[in-house]
């Protein structure tokens, strides 16, 4: 029965992903609540392992930096059951081999919309769980290789994600929990053949069979979002980990991408319309 | 009832991030020992060397016979020699063994033959150390009103202004020596720019294949390579390219491709080959390895790993008696043949 119900979310999400809340809005503006935008802007510390078998069957590892950006919003059209997430990251890494004498950059680029359905379960606790739609472009870089330098990363995603909040305080001081989970489930990705060059494809411009479609029999993504929002005054200082897994096995080549950070950030409720409201609908509380 | 709920929905989900992470596929790490990295620098060959076929090598035999010599505590030095025995197996100038102490390289097919070129006798005798020189192309006009131009590597990028300046100023001649002897190769997209200067339509200069999975026979189709003619100046007059056996990679494909050109003649010595684009990998110890991963046919579609014969009735050595008389002997033929048309 929860399982049947999840797909269901899934599913919602994924639609309600393609449709402009506009279409799906109607109601009178006068009696629209106030819905106040929850930003928050992350700078996030940590480490990276790569291995990608096109390049090399060695795994490297090293520190990686990434700034993010995270935008969540009741929706319009029924926003005390749904709200809306859009999520930036940009990450970079320098990473060395275990002998120390090759070294790999990389660099990612990820934006995702999730619409989710959620639900309160008491007070100041909710759970969400929806649909997303995400964009990754990216590359490793590795700087011994001689014609396989390099590979680049691009996928596109819609899978699902699920959301728990908790706002509670510690003596006088507002505190919000949260966790967040992304899982791809299917999508088209880039990747070249087990030995085409890039000279082949780019150059020469051979570019059959390049895009795949992915599911979780080639590729595996997985997101981990944890983060407490110690609101002090209008703004909350964020601390919090973020996972990330990019795993993918096509054309003979395994490429495993893993980052564990450590996230710092200022986040915040923004009030768009100094109209009057009824009601708030926040995405705290 | 909400926490028998919530207790469900994280059983779910902890369940199928398990399984999510036992998905992930499996790959082979070999140990940073002589056994683990004499296998890996086996496996990458193994699984992406793309000549196993054409050279009739048994990969297998050729493993057993040097595994064997491995032993638990030889040093790294040792390790490699044994590994640059193995490589030679291979026949291939593209392979190369890269550690802290040396670089393993097969040069047979150089070593073996005659060196057929000698740059201070082009420069004093026929040069007068008085040449144009850019984009890393020496060029002057002989006396005989041939165009001359040496080309050291394909690695200098050619410039195609520098190009137009080049063959604007040698427009005068009767014919054009392009002399890619010693070249060692470079990049192919400097194969293109030079050779895009005399075609006058598209034209079907090879092919392009790549392996598509670990077996030795597992290549894709063979793809057409075109070049496009320049839309700046061309050389339209006769043209002689002198290759020796010291041409090899992407100076063995430019002789390919212009020896398939109508007006284009080649001389000297079959080129050094080279024809597989090289790929990169390393072991677990921090040794770098390059290798033949893709190969690149000719316009008939042969391979020319092993070189690429003179023109018919073209086939010349340097006669070094002559040399030391300050005579180019396979330059003085290429300036007759042209004088001569």
């Known amino acids: 029965m929860i399982v049947r119900k999840t797909v269901w979310c899934i599913l919602a999400g994924v639609v ?38 096109y390049l090399t069957p060695i795994r490297y590892g090293g520190p990686m930096l990434s700034l993010g950006y995270e ?15 859009h999520a930036v990251l940009g990450t970079f890494a320098s990473m060395t081999n275990p002998e120390g004498n090759g070294s790999m950059l990389s660099g990612y680029f990820d934006y995702s919309f999730a619409m989710l359905r959620r639900w309160r379960v008491c007070d100041g606790l909710w759970l969400a769980g929806g649909g997303e739609a995400a964009l990754t472009l990216g590359g490793l870089y590795n700087l011994r290789n001689s014609n396989n330098p390099a590979t680049a990363k691009a ?53 059959d069979g390049m895009v795949h479609f992915g599911a979780w029999h ?45 996230v710092l950030g200022i986040s915040g409720e923004i009030f768009r319309s100094v109209r009057p409201a009824r009601r708030i609908v926040s995405v705290y509380h | 009832m909400v926490v028998q709920k919530l207790s469900k929905i994280a059983i779910l989900f902890t369940l199928l991030s398990t399984l999510l992470f036992q998905s992930c596929h499996k790959v082979e790490v070999f140990t940073d020992d002589p056994y683990g990295n004499f296998d890996a620098l086996w496996s990458i060959l193994d699984e992406h060397y793309c000549f196993f076929e054409y050279k009739e090598l048994d990969w297998e035999e050729i493993r057993g016979k040097y595994r064997k010599k491995l032993t638990a505590n030889m040093t790294s030095e040792e390790l490699f020699d044994v590994c640059d025995a193995m490589l030679m197996e291979l026949k291939d100038g593209h392979v190369n063994l890269t550690a802290a102490h040396n670089t393993s390289r097969y040069w047979e097919w150089l070593y073996g033959s005659p060196e057929n070129y000698q740059e201070r006798l082009i420069d004093e005798y026929y040069l007068d150390f008085d040449y144009r020189y850019t984009s890393g192309i020496k060029y002057k006009i002989l ?3 041939v165009g001359y131009m040496y ?105 390919s491709v ?84």
């Open chain 1, 71 to 85: 935008r969540l919003r009741a929706a319009s059209f029924a926003p005390e059951q749904w709200l809306t997430r």
């Open chain 2, 151 to 255: 080309y050291e590597s394909f690695s200098s990028t050619i410039g195609e202004g520098n190009l137009d300046q080049i063959l604007a100023y040698l427009a005068t001649s009767t014919g054009l020596i392009i002399d890619v002897r010693s070249n060692g190769g470079g990049s192919l997209s400097n194969v293109e720019t030079l050779v895009s200067r005399f075609i006058n339509e598209e034209t079907l200069v090879g092919y392009i294949s790549h392996k598509t999975g670990p077996g030795h026979r597992e290549f894709s189709e063979p793809y057409p390579i075109k070049y496009t003619p320049s839309p700046r100046i061309r050389y339209q007059k006769p043209v002689v390219v002198l290759a020796n056996r010291g041409t090899f990679s992407a100076a063995n494909n430019f002789v």
């Open chain 1, 218 to 262: 080639n590729r595996v993504d997985l997101r981990n979002y944890i983060t407490v929002d110690l609101h002090l005054g209008k703004r909350a200082l964020r601390l919090g980990y973020r996972q990330v897994m990019r795993t993918t096995h096509v054309n003979h080549i395994d490429t495993q991408v893993f980052t564990h950070a450590f």
């Open chain 1, 16 to 53: 309600f992903s393609f449709l402009s809340p506009a279409t799906l809005c109607g109601q009178d503006p006068e009696r629209e609540p106030l819905r106040p935008v929850a930003t928050a802007f992350t700078l996030e510390v940590g480490r990276q392992s790569a291995l990608d078998t």
């Open chain 2, 258 to 341: 212009m020896k398939a050109l109508p007006r284009v003649v080649v001389m000297g010595d079959y080129t050094g080959g080279g024809s597989g684009l090289p790929f990169s990998s390393e072991l677990p110890n921090g040794w770098s390895i390059r290798f033949s991963a893709s190969p690149i046919y000719d316009a008939e579609g042969q391979h020319t790993e092993f070189g690429v014969a003179p023109t018919d009735g073209f086939k010349i050595d340097m006669d070094l008696e002559q040399a030391s008389k300050g005579v180019d002997t396979i330059l003085e033929r290429a300036i007759a043949y042209i004088a001569g048309l």
């Open chain 2, 143 to 145: 006396p005989q009103n």
């Open chain 1, 155 to 207: 996928a596109i995603d819609l899978g699902a994600t699920a959301m728990a909040s908790y706002h509670f305080r510690i003596k006088r001081l507002p505190v919000t929990l949260r966790y967040q989970a992304s899982l791809p489930v299917v999508g088209i990705f880039f990747s070249p053949e087990f030995g085409q060059s890039y000279y082949e494809m780019f150059y020469i411009g051979n570019c």
